[in-house]
């Protein structure tokens, strides 16, 4: 089992900046490829970001591209998001999750084995 935390999230006006954490715990962290998703109020859960075991490789939904930057944290089990140029149409709860390191990366939700409980994020115009 996985166990993953998302914090960061909060109320910021349109340009604004947020960082998000998301905090791992259980199984070898670096086993595991993270990506953030995100769903705003009746749409379906999108992909956002992701990054690869070792952080050698990272990927964006063409939303977020030039405005998000992902990263992790293997020592502290840690994968953040860095949005800037927040838009409100980026406003959604934020989730992070894991899979597998032995996949290759996918931006289809279910393939992902462990969620949070996400986090919400408002963008103000």
């Known amino acids: 089992q996985v166990q993953l935390v998302e914090s960061g999230g909060g109320l910021v006006q349109a340009g604004g900046s947020l960082r998000l954490s998301c905090a791992a715990s259980g199984r070898t962290f670096s086993n595991y490829a993270m990506a953030w998703f995100r769903q705003a109020p009746g749409k379906e859960r999108e992909f956002v970001s992701a990054i690869t075991t070792s952080g050698g490789n990272t990927y964006y939904a063409d939303s977020v591209k030039g405005r998000a930057t992902i990263s992790r944290d293997n020592v502290k089990n840690t994968v953040y998001l860095q949005m800037n140029s927040l838009k409100p149409e980026d406003t959604a709860v934020y989730y992070c999750?894991?899979?597998?390191?032995?996949?290759?990366?996918?931006?289809?939700?279910?393939?992902?084995?462990?969620w949070g409980q996400g986090t919400q994020v408002t963008v103000s115009s």
């Open positions: 999750a894991a899979r597998s390191g032995i996949f290759t990366i996918t931006q289809v939700p279910e393939r992902y084995e462990y």
